[in-house]
């Protein structure tokens, strides 16, 4: 059965830079990050095919949001730069039984895999 395993988060200042990681125990599927905020849903943030070919970040973070995975490790990454205070959230990464990157996926939230969850926190 596919494992996915985060990791990389923490507590930043506002304006530093962090970078997830997670680590997917089985073939190549499409990937995604999720967050979700105290007292708020979970919130799809950025998905990625399985080759790594297409990607998709939402609006309201894919100027500061790069997501990557490195095939040959099975690993996925998020870049986030000039972190804000509201980006504070568990954030989960999600592996799919299927290939493909999509806002309508993303949104779907019906990845078959997911993790546990890393907390990342930005004071202000």
């Known amino acids: 059965e596919a494992q996915v395993e985060e990791s990389g988060g923490g507590l930043v200042q506002a304006g530093e830079s962090l970078t997830l990681s997670c680590r997917l125990k089985a073939d190549n599927l499409a990937m995604g990050w999720y967050r979700q905020a105290p007292g708020k849903g979970l919130e799809g943030i950025s998905c990625?095919?399985?080759?790594?070919?297409?990607?998709y970040v939402v609006d309201s973070v894919k100027d500061r949001f790069t997501i990557s995975k490195d095939t040959a490790k099975a690993t996925l990454y998020l870049q986030m730069n000039d972190l804000k205070p509201e980006d504070t959230a568990t954030y989960y990464c999600?592996?799919?039984?299927?290939?493909?990157?999509?806002?309508?996926?993303?949104?779907?939230?019906?990845?078959?895999?997911w993790g546990q969850g890393t907390q990342v926190t930005v004071s202000s």
């Open positions: 999600a592996a799919g039984g299927f290939l493909s990157c999509s806002p309508e996926r993303l949104r779907g939230g019906d990845y078959k895999y």
């Open positions: 990625i095919n399985w080759i790594g070919t297409t990607t």
